[in-house]
Every structure is written in structure tokens, then in C-alpha cells.
């Protein structure tokens, strides 16, 4: 091998150290280059990781080979390139097992690996992993070589070591990037207001402005969908700690494995992929607030950690045993029935009497009166911006129709709802119109509320009503319930199926007209 071929190779590797490359790209690369260099049947990168290889590109193996880990002290070969300064080269005859055996792609036959070499990568000048070359020619490697290897390893360490420096970067600059916008949010430039008139929501906006002026940790609770998440934004709006970020992450989205890490954060090499030190959202939200929402979902032990960093302010990453101290107002929200769950066994006590020292109810869609309007309103709003129209508006019809309708899934629901509508609206127009008014037949809500397929027996006719709209609706939903567990001798079960309804949403809707 010539010195000109060598530079010819390594010219465009040095190039790429200054540019923007995603890893898995940039040692793909690195590899090409090393078998144009050095022509072999495979060739690998494998990073160290404690006691274990971990292979982050191949090129000529088998795909999942990048899958596998290996043990170091279980392949003598991969022991031996670690334990050297230098290149080595394996006797074609050597009886040291070969890691590779088996793995070259494309073979069914002759799977055994017949000659190979591999360097050692140093970082900072402890060692960092290996490069490997492997051939099926057990005189392909050449004994000089070696050193056109060792040229090459320089040029990979400096590969990888540049890609870490890119890694850290990025990482750093997606946490800044996270805290920067939590500040934003914080500051109020982005605009989620509360907003309703009925009596049920001034209450809770009270309670919000009275809990928010402490440091008191909330337990919010309310059925799916009724806006948990803004309630608790509001409360680190009202509190001292506004001008500090507040930190989210549902509980529900993570599997047990994942939440310790994203709670605490970890150290590299905690566990397989932990590449760099990382920041939890406790460190996140120091000084400011954490909002775990769907905390129904954790784990009991993922709960008994969470209750030694709230007692006592210190938390470890995982993988190190270094306390850090940390300031952090915690906000927590479920649907679930928490003191059920504790008496089933299924939650921890002092966790839950931890969480909710301040319990806060956000009262149902349904409970709210005329606020279904007021944020059909903003829905509304937010989808004529999006769409380009110069109004969108509700007909009598429509605005009736969502007054008598249950919502089981409140707020959220109804967002989508509009959404939804207003789209299908704007597709049945033949021309763009200048003000599109959704009806009563474009909402299209579910039979639920004021319709049911089930006729009143004509010896039980449902008489007349009379009040305002919802009070006659829910005149007329007692009378049509009550004639159906008669005929069903009062089971809930039964009369729901007749209606319709889900037999708890039958529960729900009972209760609140007073039938139980």
C-alpha cells in the first residue's frame, strides 16, 4: 500500500469531521473507507461498555450483529486487541474462538472467519472500543499492514471522538432548547386561558389562586379529557415560581424502565444506550415546578423513590451514587380513584397522602353549564385561523345540541368535535364559503343524551315538557330513564343496553339529574 493511496482514503474522513453527520452515517463511512483501505469481508466498530462490546456499525456482517453484545471476557480474541497498545493479527491457525464466526452476511456455507486483525480506539487515552477487519482468506492481511491500521485507528478515534463532542453538543442544546421553552410557556406568550363563567369554574379558579401562592404539592383529579394539564400550568402561573420552568411528563407514556431515567436521569453506561450523563426532569425543573400527569400509572417501585426525593429533596441518577439536591414544587394528576387504588393494595399510602396534600377536583364538562358554549367559542376560533375562513359559527340548532349532550370525554371531546365538524363542513360546500355555520347535523353527537332508539310503551306515554331547552332536556331524560327500569324492574344494566348507553355513563347521567 502506498503512501498516496492512504491519503487518498483518509482525505475524505478528515472532511468529515467538520461536518454535520448523523452517527450511525458517520461510522457507516468510517468502515467503507477502512475495507477500501484494507479489503476484507467484514469489518465492525464496537464501542465498550463496562464489561461488554457493543457493536454501533458493521459492514459485510450480518444484521443482527448489532443486536448482540458481547462479553469481553468470554471472546479471548476481543480481550486481546483491548489489552494491546497496538494493531494485532491472529495466526490463521490460532484456536482462540473468533467472535465473527458464523456472522459474515451472505454465507451458508464456510462460516468460519480464517484471518484477522483489529486495533483498539483510546479516547483521552483510556480505551473506548475496537475496530476489527475480518476475511474468509486466511492469508488476505498482510503483516505490514498493521500499520496502515494503526494510521487508520488514529483517524477513528479522532471520527468517534468528534461525534461524541457532536452528541454532547446536541444533547445540551435539546435541554436548553426544552428549558427555553418552558420559560416561554412560564411567561404566559403562550396563550392556553381558562375559560367559563359557571359557578363550578370560579370555584376552581379560586382554589387555583388560593393553592398557587404556596409551595403545597397538588393532587389534581377529574375525569380523562377536562384539562388537567392547563389547570396545573395555571397553578405555577399563580405561584412564586412563575419566572421558573415548569417541567412535564406523563407517567402513562414510559414503560417502568424508561420513567426511573426520565425522573432521575442517568450517568452514561447506567444501561445499554446511555451513551452520555443526562439530566431528569427533576433537575429540569429545579427551582420551578414538576407536573407529573397519569402519576396513577407508576409503579410501586418507582413510587417509593419518587416519596425519598419528595421528603427529603435529593435524588441519584441512575447508575452513580451522587446526591443531588434539588427545589422542586410537585403537581400530580389522575383520573384514576387514588384512595381505591391504595386500598386494593395497588398504590403505596404515604405516597398517596404525599400527593395529596392539596387535592383539586376539575369539575366535568357537564357540570359546567353554558362553559360548553363559551369554549365551543375558542374552538371555533382556533379552526376558522386554520383554515383560512372569515367566520365560523354555530346555528341554533348546533349550540342546542351540544347544551343536551353528555360529554363523556369534556373538554377534549368537544375540541375534537369542532374540529372535526367544521372540517366536514367546509368539504360539503361546493364554493368556499366567506361564514360557514355549523348545524346541529354536523356535529353529528352520538345518540346518547336526547335520542335513543327505544320507543315509550304506549301505556306509559311521555307527557309533555316545558322550561327552557336544558331544563326540558333533562325533564325528559328522568322521565324516559324512569320508565326503562321500570320495564326493566330497576336494572341498570338492562335499561342501559335498551338506551344505548355505557352502563356507567347511565350511572353518571342518573346521578346528575337526581335519580341517585
Same mark, same amino acid.
Given at each position: 500500500?502506498?503512501?498516496?493511496?492512504?491519503?487518498?482514503?483518509?482525505?475524505?474522513?478528515?472532511?468529515?469531521?467538520?461536518?454535520?453527520?448523523?452517527?450511525?452515517?458517520?461510522?457507516?463511512?468510517?468502515?467503507?473507507?477502512?475495507?477500501?483501505?484494507? &479489503?476484507?469481508?467484514?469489518?465492525? !466498530?464496537?464501542? *465498550? =461498555?463496562? +464489561?461488554?462490546?457493543? /457493536?454501533?456499525?458493521? $459492514?459485510? @456482517?450480518?444484521?443482527?450483529?448489532?443486536?448482540?453484545?458481547?462479553?469481553?471476557?468470554?471472546?479471548?480474541?476481543?480481550?486481546?486487541?483491548?489489552?494491546?497498545?497496538?494493531?494485532?493479527?491472529?495466526?490463521?491457525?490460532?484456536?482462540?474462538?473468533?467472535?465473527?464466526?458464523?456472522?459474515?452476511?451472505?454465507?451458508?456455507?464456510?462460516?468460519?472467519?480464517?484471518?484477522?486483525?483489529?486495533?483498539?480506539?483510546?479516547?483521552?487515552?483510556? &480505551?473506548?472500543?475496537?475496530?476489527? !477487519?475480518?476475511? *474468509? =482468506?486466511? +492469508?488476505?492481511?498482510? /503483516?505490514?499492514?498493521? $500499520?496502515? @491500521?494503526?494510521?487508520?485507528?488514529?483517524?477513528?478515534?479522532?471520527?468517534?471522538?468528534?461525534?461524541?463532542?457532536?452528541?454532547?453538543?446536541?444533547?445540551?442544546?435539546?435541554?436548553?432548547?426544552?428549558?427555553?421553552?418552558?420559560?416561554?410557556?412560564?411567561?404566559?406568550?403562550?396563550?392556553?386561558?381558562?375559560?367559563?363563567?359557571?359557578?363550578?369554574?370560579?370555584?376552581?379558579?379560586?382554589?387555583?389562586?388560593?393553592?398557587?401562592?404556596?409551595?403545597?404539592?397538588?393532587?389534581?383529579?377529574?375525569?380523562?379529557?377536562?384539562?388537567?394539564?392547563?389547570?396545573?400550568?395555571?397553578?405555577?402561573?399563580?405561584?412564586?415560581?412563575?419566572?421558573?420552568?415548569?417541567?412535564?411528563?406523563?407517567?402513562?407514556?414510559?414503560?417502568?424502565?424508561?420513567?426511573?431515567?426520565?425522573?432521575?436521569?442517568?450517568?452514561?453506561?447506567?444501561?445499554?444506550?446511555?451513551?452520555?450523563?443526562?439530566?431528569?426532569?427533576?433537575?429540569?425543573?429545579?427551582?420551578?415546578?414538576?407536573?407529573?400527569?397519569?402519576?396513577?400509572?407508576?409503579?410501586?417501585?418507582?413510587?417509593?423513590?419518587?416519596?425519598?426525593?419528595?421528603?427529603?429533596?435529593?435524588?441519584?441518577?441512575?447508575?452513580?451514587?451522587?446526591?443531588?439536591?434539588?427545589?422542586?414544587?410537585?403537581?400530580?394528576?389522575?383520573?384514576?380513584?387514588?384512595?381505591?387504588?391504595?386500598?386494593?393494595?395497588?398504590?403505596?399510602?404515604?405516597?398517596?397522602?404525599?400527593?395529596?396534600?392539596?387535592?383539586?377536583?376539575?369539575?366535568?364538562?357537564?357540570?359546567?353549564?353554558?362553559?360548553?358554549?363559551?369554549?365551543?367559542?375558542?374552538?371555533?376560533?382556533?379552526?376558522?385561523?386554520?383554515?383560512?375562513?372569515?367566520?365560523?359559527?354555530?346555528?341554533?340548532?348546533?349550540?342546542?345540541?351540544?347544551?343536551?349532550?353528555?360529554?363523556?370525554?369534556?373538554?377534549?371531546?368537544?375540541?375534537?368535535?369542532?374540529?372535526?365538524?367544521?372540517?366536514?363542513?367546509?368539504?360539503?360546500?361546493?364554493?368556499?364559503?366567506?361564514?360557514?355555520?355549523?348545524?346541529?347535523?354536523?356535529?353529528?353527537?352520538?345518540?346518547?343524551?336526547?335520542?335513543?332508539?327505544?320507543?315509550?310503551?304506549?301505556?306509559?306515554?311521555?307527557?309533555?315538557?316545558?322550561?327552557?331547552?336544558?331544563?326540558?332536556?333533562?325533564?325528559?331524560?328522568?322521565?324516559?330513564?324512569?320508565?326503562?327500569?321500570?320495564?326493566?324492574?330497576?336494572?341498570?344494566?338492562?335499561?342501559?343496553?335498551?338506551?344505548?348507553?355505557?352502563?356507567?355513563?347511565?350511572?353518571?347521567?342518573?346521578?346528575?339529574?337526581?335519580?341517585?
Amino acid at each position: 500500500m502506498t503512501a498516496k493511496s492512504l491519503l487518498t482514503t483518509l482525505l475524505p474522513l478528515v472532511a468529515d469531521l467538520s461536518r454535520e453527520l448523523p452517527e450511525g452515517e458517520r461510522y457507516r463511512r468510517l468502515l467503507e473507507a477502512m475495507r477500501a483501505l484494507l &479489503p476484507c469481508d467484514a469489518a465492525a !466498530l464496537l464501542r *465498550l =461498555d463496562g +464489561e461488554w462490546l457493543v /457493536p454501533l456499525a458493521v $459492514d459485510g @456482517l450480518s444484521t443482527d450483529t448489532l443486536g448482540r453484545r458481547f462479553k469481553v471476557s468470554e471472546h479471548p480474541r476481543f480481550a486481546a486487541l483491548l489489552s494491546s497498545p497496538g494493531p494485532t493479527r491472529f495466526a490463521a491457525d490460532s484456536e482462540l474462538p473468533d467472535p465473527y464466526d458464523g456472522l459474515v452476511a451472505g454465507l451458508d456455507e464456510h462460516l468460519e472467519v480464517h484471518d484477522c486483525m483489529g486495533c483498539p480506539l483510546f479516547i483521552d487515552e483510556r &480505551p473506548w472500543g475496537l475496530l476489527t !477487519l475480518d476475511a *474468509l =482468506d486466511p +492469508e488476505r492481511f498482510e /503483516p505490514i499492514e498493521l $500499520d496502515a @491500521l494503526q494510521a487508520f485507528a488514529s483517524l477513528a478515534a479522532a471520527t468517534v471522538n468528534a461525534a461524541e463532542r457532536i452528541e454532547r453538543l446536541a444533547n445540551r442544546v435539546e435541554d436548553e432548547h426544552q428549558r427555553a421553552e418552558v420559560y416561554r410557556q412560564a411567561s404566559g406568550q403562550q396563550n392556553r386561558e381558562m375559560i367559563g363563567q359557571s359557578k363550578t369554574h370560579k370555584r376552581l379558579v379560586e382554589e387555583i389562586n388560593l393553592v398557587g401562592g404556596s409551595d403545597l404539592t397538588v393532587l389534581i383529579t377529574g375525569e380523562t379529557g377536562v384539562g388537567k394539564e392547563l389547570v396545573a400550568q395555571a397553578i405555577h402561573a399563580a405561584s412564586a415560581r412563575a419566572d421558573k420552568p415548569i417541567i412535564s411528563l406523563n407517567c402513562a407514556a414510559l414503560p417502568d424502565t424508561l420513567v426511573e431515567s426520565e425522573l432521575f436521569g442517568h450517568v452514561r453506561g447506567a444501561f445499554t444506550g446511555a451513551m452520555n450523563d443526562r439530566r431528569g426532569k427533576f433537575e429540569l425543573a429545579n427551582g420551578g415546578t414538576l407536573f407529573l400527569d397519569e402519576v396513577g400509572e407508576l409503579s410501586l417501585t418507582v413510587q417509593a423513590k419518587l416519596l425519598r426525593v419528595l421528603q427529603s429533596g435529593q435524588l441519584q441518577r441512575l447508575g452513580s451514587d451522587k446526591e443531588h439536591q434539588v427545589d422542586v414544587r410537585l403537581i400530580a394528576a389522575t383520573n384514576r380513584d387514588l384512595a381505591e387504588e391504595v386500598r386494593s393494595g395497588r398504590y403505596r399510602a404515604d405516597f398517596y397522602h404525599r400527593l395529596s396534600v392539596y387535592p383539586l377536583l376539575v369539575p366535568a364538562l357537564r357540570d359546567r353549564g353554558r362553559d360548553v358554549l363559551l369554549l365551543s367559542g375558542f374552538f371555533l376560533e382556533q379552526n376558522r385561523s386554520r383554515m383560512g375562513l372569515n367566520s365560523l359559527r354555530l346555528n341554533s340548532d348546533a349550540q342546542a345540541a351540544l347544551l343536551a349532550y353528555d360529554w363523556p370525554g369534556n373538554v377534549r371531546e368537544l375540541e375534537h368535535l369542532i374540529g372535526r365538524s367544521a372540517l366536514k363542513a367546509l368539504g360539503n360546500c361546493k364554493e368556499r364559503p366567506k361564514i360557514l355555520s355549523l348545524s346541529a347535523a354536523d356535529l353529528d353527537l352520538p345518540n346518547g343524551s336526547i335520542e335513543v332508539t327505544a320507543q315509550p310503551s304506549a301505556a306509559a306515554p311521555v307527557p309533555l315538557v316545558s322550561g327552557d331547552l336544558r331544563e326540558a332536556t333533562e325533564q325528559y331524560q328522568r322521565q324516559l330513564i324512569g320508565a326503562c327500569l321500570e320495564r326493566h324492574h330497576n336494572n341498570w344494566a338492562s335499561a342501559a343496553r335498551e338506551l344505548g348507553l355505557d352502563r356507567a355513563n347511565l350511572g353518571r347521567m342518573a346521578k346528575r339529574l337526581g335519580m341517585k
